[in-house]
């Protein structure tokens, strides 16, 4: 079953709630007021600027607003996924006024039961954090991956440049994902085409010694690698590269850049990287980087998933040889979740 950004709330049980809070489902005539409430968040990298609109598009999500004395003070976004069995949880933030309140408990409370009573057969809550996990922490919840998270800031007229001073043109190229190489070199990238996707992580094992724990994290979103959400990805503008198509060890999910609200001309690029072998990994960064960045003007925030051993050596990869700003320190990011009570 799906839930229908135009559903009426049914009338839900719900714990008291000391703030006073009603809740909507989100509008198009509620993106002001949403945007004022959430400004400067994620230190400019807000994506959901650019993803509102869609996401209210989505047959299978859900976005809920509480308000307080008729203000909007917090969001969330529920999807369901995995053949309706996951409740994806995504995209919260309160009002800096409100927090601290338990304002977000009471709101994701509220999207349970709003989700469970259309989607009785969910099991399962997940949501993707890039905070340190603690001990309180792991009793509500289970952890299904992690990743080191990897982020860079450049200009896009002098990476060009670096990336022309370093590598051949032919180097960097993506082949397709019908093409051969006879070069003794290793061969480049292969991009996949969405024949070859479904091939490779539907009808075969191959990718699942490549995901991390069998799951395709894709710009914080955790799918299990089911015909139901390759549908969803697929609607998406993300390039899909492997090392080989026979046998792949390496794997990376691209999205294409857009905006964020940092400034003018500055552009956010985010890459999921799936395996453990660094010279395929940095083969693959530079791939993206030259398909991605090569009809870009202005500033750049590149962030990269990778396996956590591979971190700092990718870190020492972007500032020593590609002269890139690192951004802040190692820090993670896990994929967790809980039963649906």
Not at 103 to 121: D, I, M, T
Not at 146 to 166: H, P, S
């Amino acid at each position: 079953m799906k839930i229908e950004n135009s559903l009426t709330l049914p009338q839900l049980p719900e714990a008291p709630s000391p703030t006073g809070l009603q809740f909507s489902v989100a509008t198009e005539e509620d993106f002001d007021e949403i945007m004022a409430m959430s400004q400067d968040i994620y230190g400019g990298l807000d994506y959901l600027p650019t993803r509102y609109t869609t996401w209210l598009q989505e047959s299978n999500r859900t976005v809920i607003l509480a308000r307080k004395q008729g203000k909007v003070i917090a969001l969330e976004s529920v999807c369901v996924i995995d053949d309706g069995e996951t409740m994806l949880v995504e995209g919260l933030r309160v009002a800096p006024q409100e927090r601290g309140k338990g304002v977000a408990g009471h709101l994701l409370r509220f999207c349970s039961q709003l989700v469970k009573s259309k989607n009785p057969e969910v099991k399962v809550t997940r949501l993707t954090r890039d905070d340190q996990l603690g001990p309180k922490d792991f009793q509500k919840y289970r952890l299904i991956t992690k990743q080191g998270i990897l982020l860079v800031r450049f200009r896009a007229e002098d990476l060009k440049l670096r990336l022309t001073e370093l590598v051949p043109d032919e180097e960097l190229n993506c082949s397709s994902s019908s093409s051969s190489s006879s070069s003794p070199q290793p061969p480049p990238p292969v991009c996949l085409d969405p024949i070859a996707i479904h091939h490779l992580y539907l009808t075969t094992d191959l990718m699942r010694g490549v995901l991390p724990n069998a799951t395709i994290v894709q710009d914080w979103q955790p799918f299990k690698p089911l015909p139901s959400n390759m549908a969803i990805l697929l609607k998406k503008e993300i390039d899909w590269m492997v090392n080989d198509v026979t046998t792949p060890t390496m794997a990376s999910l691209c999205t294409f850049p857009f905006r964020v609200p940092i400034g003018d001309d500055w552009y956010y690029l985010n890459i999921d990287m799936f395996g453990k072998d660094l010279a395929l990994a940095r083969q693959q960064f530079l791939c993206h980087l030259r398909r991605h960045t090569a009809s870009l003007k202005g500033h750049v925030m590149c962030q990269m998933f990778l396996d956590p051993p591979l971190w700092k050596p990718m870190a020492d990869f972007c500032r020593q040889t590609l002269q890139v700003e690192l951004v802040k320190e190692y820090t993670e990011q896990c994929v967790v979740e809980s039963d649906v009570m």
